[in-house]
Structures are given as C-alpha cells and as structure tokens.
C-alpha cells in the first residue's frame, strides 16, 4: 500500500487549504484513515481519522469546527479541508492507513500500518 499526500503550501491565517491522500496498492474496502501532524520538535499528533466507511469520525480539540475530513472511496482518496488556518497548524502533515478493522477513528501513531510522505502546511500571522 502506498500513499501520497498533497495540497500542503504557504498561506495566510484564516485561508483554507484542502488536502488530499490518494491510496494505492492492494488495499480491502475496509480500514481506518488517519491525518497526523508534526510541528518541529514536537511529536506526531493525531488530527482527525475516520474509518473507511464513513461511520464516524473524530477530530483533536484543536482543529475542531475548522478542519473536516471527508473520502471518496471510488478514488481511494481521503481529504482533509482545513478552514480558518492558524499558525499553530503549520507543521508536516500525514496521513496514515490502519489495515485492521474498526468502525471507528484511532488516534494512536502506533496502530496504523501505513505511512505516507507527507506535505507541509505553512500558515503565516
């Protein structure tokens, strides 16, 4: 399984910016998608994660009202649209596939088998 997220870039507070992660590879059509991010010298932090059919989803505290995630299973891709962007969101952003079932989002970095590159989300005061 591979996948590659995009969309990161340099704006302002209070723009938007939607990310994207497209999966590849052979994946089922049951897993857990999870968006982390990494401010430097900081650890990998859970942002928001859903399972592959959209029963739930979750968000940290302090992306709540302003970020939603959202897919498109025929594509394989989960998005991530980020509004009323703060500096405190600028970092590494990563999304992460968890093979095992659960119809719920995982918070945990351990608990996802998959990885991608990530892109880096700059917002400016």
């Known amino acids: 399984v591979q996948l590659q997220a995009s969309g990161g870039g340099l704006v302002q507070a209070g723009d938007s910016l939607r990310l994207s992660c497209a999966a590849s590879g052979r994946t089922s059509s049951r897993y857990v998608m999870g968006w982390f991010r990494q401010a430097p010298g900081t650890e990998r932090e859970f942002v928001t994660g859903?399972?592959?059919?959209?029963?739930?989803?979750s968000y940290a505290d302090s992306v709540k009202g302003r970020f939603t995630i959202s897919r498109d299973n025929a594509k394989n891709t989960v998005y991530l649209q980020m509004n009323s962007l703060k500096p405190e969101d600028t970092g590494v952003y990563y999304c992460?596939?968890?093979?095992?079932?659960?119809?719920?989002?995982?918070?945990?970095?351990?608990?996802?088998?998959?990885w991608g590159r990530g892109t880096q989300v700059t917002v400016s005061s």
């Open positions: 859903m399972p592959s059919n959209g029963a739930s989803t």
């Open positions: 992460a596939l968890r093979l095992a079932w659960l119809g719920t989002a995982v918070r945990s970095t351990s608990e996802y088998n998959y």
